[in-house]
């Protein structure tokens, strides 16, 4: 009886490389010859391949979304540092030098309501710091106004910034009041003009003492305080229109 030969059965393994063959023109001895030159290399993953450039691009997009997010809040915090907001006026920040103002915008209006020009208050003092100097009363604007200072006040030339920026305020083109120089007026009973009087206290603070009489008290130099104080309180009412000038 013939033996029954036994079947080896080879399992063929896929083979992860690919034969590349490459094509040479060559002249030897007067003729030309084509040479094929062929290497085995590994095949590529398609698939794999297309993963990892979803990913690297992936990566890519959430970086330069992490950058620009990141300019976005820096320059949100630059401006909210620049530009803020005190009790519902606008102040930016200017500096100028090594100075450092405080200004806000008022616009002037024709009879009309034509917006005729824009008025730019500075200050020197930061406006939120001014809420620690106490103000007792309430605004009650003239068309004349006496200043009484009585004392000197050396305070390295705030003094003379304070003075000068109460003049253009209250006398320039937003108010247009009259400023009086004459220290023999005093408080009037019956409020026909505005009496403001600057004089040194143990704090610094504005007391209301007459229909429209006003005591800036200037503790330790602080005459910018008091004066800006004042100025700070005036535009508060007037962007909130609780106040005119008789």
């Given amino acids: 009886m013939p033996k029954k030969k036994s079947e080896k059965k080879v399992k063929k393994e896929k083979s992860n490389k690919e034969k590349i063959c490459e094509i040479f023109s060559i002249e030897k001895d007067g003729e030309e010859k084509t040479i094929r030159v062929c290497n085995d290399e590994e095949k590529g993953d398609g698939k794999k391949q297309t993963q990892m450039q979803n990913k690297q691009l992936k990566t890519i997009l959430l970086v330069t979304a992490g950058i620009m997010l990141a300019i976005i809040i820096m320059f949100y915090i630059i401006s909210s540092i620049r530009q803020f907001e005190y009790r519902g006026i606008k102040f930016e920040t200017v500096k100028e030098g090594d100075l450092i103002f405080y200004r806000t915008i008022f616009h002037l209006y024709s009879p009309e309501g034509k917006n005729t020009a824009d008025y730019s208050v500075y200050l020197r003092k930061n406006p939120r710091l001014l809420k620690d100097v106490p103000f007792n009363g309430e605004i009650n604007l003239k068309s004349n106004l006496v200043m009484e200072i009585k004392e000197d006040f050396n305070c390295d030339g705030d003094e003379i ?73 005036i535009m508060v009412d007037i962007n909130r229109e609780q106040i005119t000038i008789k």
């Fill in 161 to 233: 910034i304070a003075l000068a920026n109460m003049n253009n305020f209250l006398g320039g083109p937003l108010f247009k009041m009259n400023l009086v120089k004459n220290e023999s007026y005093g408080c009037d009973s019956e409020g026909r003009y505005m009496f403001l009087k600057l004089e040194s206290g143990n704090e610094t603070r504005i007391d209301q003492f007459g229909p429209a009489c006003y005591s800036l008290k200037i503790n330790n130099c602080e005459i910018l305080e008091a004066t800006e104080k004042f100025m700070t309180e």
